[in-house]
């Protein structure tokens, strides 16, 4: 939230600097983000007369003025403004300022051959406003040699965050509040005028959506004059950041940034009947003040008359029945309106506003008649009109809560010693009422007062962040213990071991849409939230692919090769009983182009299935996974190609990962062109190491004796995995068979139909001694007739 010091010191009667207010607003938990000021945009820049204009002798456009400055002698500018003229005052730019608007330095200069010495500037160029068809006129009193900055009471702007938990400071009269109840000078309650009215309010106000608003005040004011606000109302709301539309419009903007509290002006001639808060039948549109429609449905609150919805319930208005220029008679609206229902609506119709933020936050219930009567006499004051008196509908909240407190909490929490006298002036200060008995009654605008333990938050807070003391935690003497989890530490290890093989880490969302966590789950209850950051965020991902395949296919979209990615996260399910199933997971894309196209390969690669397979087998080795034992087969998935794609096993039910070629109807859903590779490793399915403890690497011990080996080429049927003899091979003898690998697969002349030949290298290790031709030859045969269970023969 912005405002200027000028806006602050209305609600603030202090001395205090820039700099200490900054100070005090980090020490109180309000962060300062920003402080802007505009003096120093404008320095350089002074209020100067124009005391002759005369036609540039070479240029039709162009006047060459003399002006004063208030020091020395007049200086010469040229000017291409229309309305420059002898005898006026406006603002002069000297060299060496620079100009808001664009960054531009003044030097002196020659335009068309005469000398300038600076520029005379417009609205826009000092970034006051959007007017730039002539330079500013000042008024006749404006004193000549003064710097506009001073002339212009440009005060410095603060850019504070305001936690969630705080929307009693979401104005500036609550920042007022907290910094005096901090010390830093003296609060200055707002002065709630008295308002006669004159007659009773003639609009009729009804309340049928009790629960979406509780409480609806409304009073009309006849006879107003709508034009341009007042310079002092402008210039606080452009502090602010907020656009001056109109007198009416820039009253409740300015009462809702300075008290928090929003409302509403409707034109009383574009009414049709009685007022009505009432839900929004289905189906029924608005267009509201951004010049969107927004199509609504029954959980909406609206606010209609017989001619239909003119406001989107404390979020927007509605364009039909704004105020306009021509605007004599409106009708003033303040209404509670329900907090959660704000949210929900809000967010269903992707609607944001600066009312919506307070009102789903929580507005204070007990200032409707206050914020009324200011609302009436901002509009009044600078409107003029006769005011009616006031309707008032239902009833706001009203129940304050009240907290047994221990002043002793505030050391135990807090860590910090506060006397009771001094704890009893903070919360009396922020307006809470203490009892003697410490029964402490809160106003009804702090809503985020829910016991004992927020009560020592203000209370330090306003005491100040910066007495709590940086205690380290208790260390025990010598090495550190580790902290970190087998898990952990495995994960760790997974990213550096990716990382290495040339993959990317991304980060994606853990939320997707409906439709692409769907066609992932693979028949498993997804979560699917009900409050989601958008409708495109509303489902829990069961699979890291789609989030890395929306990376890819943005990386595509701007131009890039090919993508490498992998992501280490966790997929969601429902388990049993709706508790939360969370499986740590490792996922990997590889889409594009493998190599780039060369001189020397001709066309690109792309990637293909054992591209993925061979990162997937990578990957469980990095997680010691018994990566020698694991058997390939199918049913990846139907997000899978069906002919390009397995899983690895460990036995027929224990799936440790699943890789190969995205399917085309994956690759459609998700806009992406292929073909595109991906790998899901499941981590908790890779067994522990059996003693406990991790599959973490041995230190390397070579052995003794050289290992030996031996060719062996098989005659199998075609259909046969070279993975299934591999492993058979492998487990002919575990003592002496340390590896086995396919070098040579080869089907045609020579290899009856139906089969092929597999040539298998098997290296044998031998343990204390060397192994002698009678035991080679033993390995050999236990090696045939283990290939020979596969249905393989050894070639003649």
Known sequence: MKFSLEWLKHFLDTDASVPEIAAALNRIGHEVEGIEDPAERLAGFRVAKVLTAAKHPDADKLQVLSVDTGEGDPLQVVCGAPNARAGMKGVLGLPGAVVPANGMELRKSAIRGVESNGMMCSVRELELGDEHDGIIELPEDAPVGTSFAEYSDASPVFDVAITPDRPDCMGVMGIARDLAAAGLGTFKPVDVPAITGDGACPVEVKIEDTEGVPAYFARVIRGVRNGPSPDWMQRRLKAAGQRPISALVDCTNYLMFATGRPAHVYDLAKLSGAMVARRAAAGESVEALNEKTYTLDETMTVIADDSGVHDIGGIMGGAHSGAADDTCDVLLEIAYFDPERIGVTGRKLGL??????????GVDPAFLDD???????????????????????????????IVAFDPALTARLGGVEIGEVEQRRILEALDFTVGADWQVTCPLRRHDIEGAADLVEEVVRIYGLDHVASTALPRAEGVATPTASPQQQLERKLRRAAAARGLNEAVTWSFLPTAEAEHFADGARLWVLENPISEDMKAMRPSLIPGLLSAAKRNADRGSDGSRLFELGRRYFRGKGGASDEKPTLGVVLAGDKTPRGWAQGKAKQFDAFDAKAEAEALLAAAGAPVGNLMVMGEAGSQFHPGQSATLRLGPKNVLARFGALHPKTLKTFDIEGPVMAVEVFLDAIPAKRGGGSFARAPYAPPALQPVTRDFAFLVPADLAAGDLVRAVRGADKAAVVDARVFDVFAGQGVPEGKKSVAVEVVLQPGDKSFTDAEIKAIADKVVAAAAKQGAELRG
Request: aromatic share 2%.
């Open 352 to 361: 944001a506003s600066d009312a919506r933020t307070r009102f789903e936050r």
């Open 371 to 401: 914020g009324l009567a200011l609302l009436t006499d901002l509009i009044v004051q600078t409107c003029g009109g006769q005011p009616t008196e006031v309707v008032r509908v239902g009833e706001p909240p009203a129940e304050a809560k």
